[in-house]
């Protein structure tokens, strides 16, 4: 029998292990061949994140600089009370920061003809800036005054190189004549960069006054936001999968709840927004743009993301667990609590990670609830208060920067991006040192 | 603690610990229990014998009513535990699991330290006071599941890591740690090595002189070593139950005959 069967090959040779016969040959290459796809995969992907990471970074860091200029000049209160006495104050304003100008200009002995025009195209309309900080402490007139005022956006734009003497030929709003104006108060060490401070702790501005503009409104607003969410949807979430995997009754009923969370999870955002309008704003009447409402709407959106993947990761902790705890006598609850909800931690928070980060990214829905082009009053004291007050989101915030039509503001939506994605690895990092705990946790 | 005088020909005179009449259990439509009646005494070693899928484990689960957590499992009839109806509707399953343990086929220690997955049972149930009183108990469990020696020295490391045979003894103790009356043991050494297998079998011959242990497993060889009773399953019938020298040398069915001498299974 033994030799029927080896003869049955018929007369071909025995084949060498020396060589590959045709069929492993073909076998090896189209392993090889997938090889090389699954490598040029992650090569293009590799590819297009090194692009994004470095165009962030190149559009996004002017914003966190900005050019200022340096000038430091004494009002006297007769000053002050005559300016105010005028129909145009701030224009008066403007012309004792144009005098103090020159005069500062003399005292160095550089002779620049300027006139008031030029210095309004390359201060914007320093008078307004200028009053308001003697109406906040009326006590410092008369004694000498540091100001630092924001340049115009296309000042702003030379000095980061966005602004050249060619892009501005035909523009009313920067003459040629004002760069060498420019170059010589940056040579004097009065025009120059520096970094940004307002663009991160401040709040949004009006459009015409880019240099003013910050994120730091919407950071906080956002950490709300987060906060709200993570509050209510982690516990809600958590507790609707242990029920739905643990204790409900197999049936109808719950399919069709089952049916409706995976349908919910698909859902458009937006969707959320106008049901978040419709109930928490002109029905429950909360108010307007608070980062409350903002953290119920993006929780509605984020408790389906964190249910689907609370159950998946209960449902992988091994049954042979539950029956051990059940069988030396735990109840059902402590079978879950003591033993299964604990070794499904790690994926309940990778899940709920991958949710709030969702909901940080999300613009659509703080669209329709009013939590959009919004400008800060009173910042920072209306705003650290937090959840009633009026605040945007970070993703809104870059949402209208992007918007306006000063492409200083385009600066400035990258560098929120930057700001967005700064925040966002934060919290994936606190999400895997937690994770790390837990795990170690046996 | 327990009588150390009783010897094997007291098995007869022992008391019926559990009592089983009319058991039927379905699974969905399907009947896997037929009328099974049963008497298991007290301080002995009950197997259960009978080719895969007979309904041995499926009986041995319904002793401490580990298949109510099976959604579509159905069981009726009336299983008496010394005298008491386990289904009586005042019954707490969960109380009920406490005095009858149970141990599993696979291997399955928490994914704790070693002293949590013994002290687990005892802090449930409230079963001591102090500290002190916990660890002497952890101690006693583990030594009576003979495992002391081999991991005193690292009580706070994952039973997880134990051996495939210590983590059985683990469960062995985790289980004797609630002091229950009646032990459970579904196929206990089917993953293991012969070494770990003997281990577990000299074990089983100590633990029955505290409470009675009921085992199921797929070796005869097993079974003739270590019970004084056993019960032989076909196709979800009790085919024939009875003293385990006799079933062995002398069994009336025939279907008993076929199955130990290996003719079918």
Same mark, same amino acid.
């Given at each position: 029998?033994? &030799? ?14 020396l ?47 900005r ?6 000049f ?6 002050? &009370? ?26 160095r ?24 900080y ?21 000042? &702003? ?17 920067l ?91 698909a ?35 984020t ?9 998946a990761?209960l ?26 909800l ?5 994926g ?18 703080l ?76 | 603690?327990y ?5 094997e ?37 009950t ?129 004797v ?15 293991l ?7 577990i ?10 409470f ?18 056993t ?9 024939e ?6 079933i ?11 199955y ?6």
């Open positions: 029998m033994t &030799d029927a069967t080896l003869n049955t090959g018929g007369e071909s040779p025995r084949s060498s292990l060589t590959q016969d045709a069929h492993t040959k073909r076998r090896n290459r189209a392993e090889t061949r997938f090889r090389a796809y699954g490598l040029a995969a992650i090569l293009i992907g590799l590819f297009f994140l090194i692009v994004l990471a470095v165009s962030i970074i190149r559009s996004g860091t002017p914003a966190f600089t050019t200022v200029v340096d000038v430091e004494t009002l006297t209160q007769t000053q002050i &009370d005559e300016a105010e006495s005028q129909l145009f104050k701030t224009a008066a304003y403007s012309g004792y920061f144009i005098d103090a100008l020159k005069r500062q200009l003399d005292e002995g550089m002779d620049v003809a300027f006139d008031e025009d030029a210095i309004e195209r390359i201060v914007g309309k320093p008078g307004s800036t200028i009053r308001e003697y109406r906040a402490s009326p006590d410092r007139a008369g004694t000498p005054v540091a100001f630092e005022l924001a340049a115009s956006s296309r000042v &702003d734009g030379y000095f980061n190189g966005r602004v050249t003497r060619d892009t501005i030929q035909d523009s009313r709003f003459m040629e004549a004002d760069l060498d104006l420019v170059d010589a108060l940056a040579e004097a060490g009065i025009i120059r960069s520096s970094i940004n401070w307002t663009f991160i702790t401040g709040a949004d501005s009006g459009v015409d006054n880019p240099g003013a503009a910050g994120i730091g409104a919407s950071v906080v607003g956002s950490f709300f936001m987060m906060l709200v969410v993570l509050a209510l949807s982690l516990p809600i979430g958590v507790a609707a999968s242990i029920y739905l995997e643990e204790f409900a009754p197999q049936n109808r009923f719950t399919d069709l709840i089952e049916v409706n969370i995976s349908n919910l999870a859902v458009p955002s937006i969707v959320f927004g106008i049901l978040g309008l419709a109930v928490f704003i002109q029905f429950a009447h909360l108010p307007q743009s608070a980062p409350l409402v903002g953290g119920l709407v993006l929780t509605l959106m408790l389906p993301t964190i249910i689907i993947s609370t159950r990761s449902r992988a902790v091994p049954p042979s667990i539950r029956d051990a705890a059940l069988g030396v006598g735990a109840s059902k609850m402590q079978s879950v609590f003591h033993h299964v604990p070794l499904a931690m790690p309940i928070l990778t899940g709920t990670i991958i949710g709030l980060a969702q909901a940080l990214g999300e613009t659509a829905p669209l329709l609830i009013g939590m959009v082009g919004f400008v800060a009053r009173g910042y920072p004291d209306g705003l650290a208060a937090g959840f009633m007050d009026p605040n945007s989101a970070m993703p809104a915030q870059i949402y209208t920067w992007a918007a306006r039509a000063d492409a200083s503001f385009y600066e400035k939506a990258w560098g929120g991006i930057i700001v967005l994605l700064v925040f966002l690895l934060t919290m994936n990092i606190l999400a895997i040192i937690l994770r790390r705990r837990f795990e170690r946790r046996w | 603690m009588d150390v005088t009783r010897t020909r007291d098995v007869d005179q022992a008391d019926t610990k559990i009592s089983a009449r009319n058991v039927q259990v379905y699974y969905g439509d399907t009947h896997a229990i037929k009328d099974v009646d049963v008497d298991i005494a007290d301080k002995t070693v197997s259960f014998i009978g080719p895969s899928g007979c309904g041995k484990s499926t009986f041995l689960r319904c002793i401490n009513r580990m298949n109510d957590t099976i959604d579509i499992c159905r069981v009726e009839g009336e299983i008496k535990l010394d005298g008491e109806d386990i289904h009586a509707p005042s019954v707490d399953p969960v109380q009920l699991r406490a005095k009858v343990g149970m141990v599993f086929q696979k291997p399955n220690p928490f994914p704790k330290s070693i002293y949590d997955n013994v002290a687990y049972g005892p802090k449930i149930h409230g079963m001591t006071r102090s500290k002190s009183e916990l660890d002497e108990v952890v101690e006693t469990a583990l030594r009576g599941a003979g495992l002391w020696e081999e991991v005193k020295d690292r009580l706070d490391t994952p039973g997880t890591g134990l051996s495939g045979g210590q983590q059985q003894r683990l469960c062995i103790a985790r289980a740690a609630t002091q229950p009356e009646v032990l459970l043991m579904d196929e206990p050494c089917s993953a090595d012969p070494i770990a297998t003997a281990l079998e000299d074990l089983i011959d100590g633990l029955k002189q505290q009675s242990v009921v085992i199921v497993t797929h070796s005869m060889q097993q079974a003739a070593r270590i019970s004084q009773k019960a032989f399953f076909h196709l979800g019938n009790l085919v139950y009875g003293d385990t020298d006799t062995f040398t002398n069994p009336q069915d025939e279907r008993t005959e076929n130990i001498t290996g003719r079918t299974g």
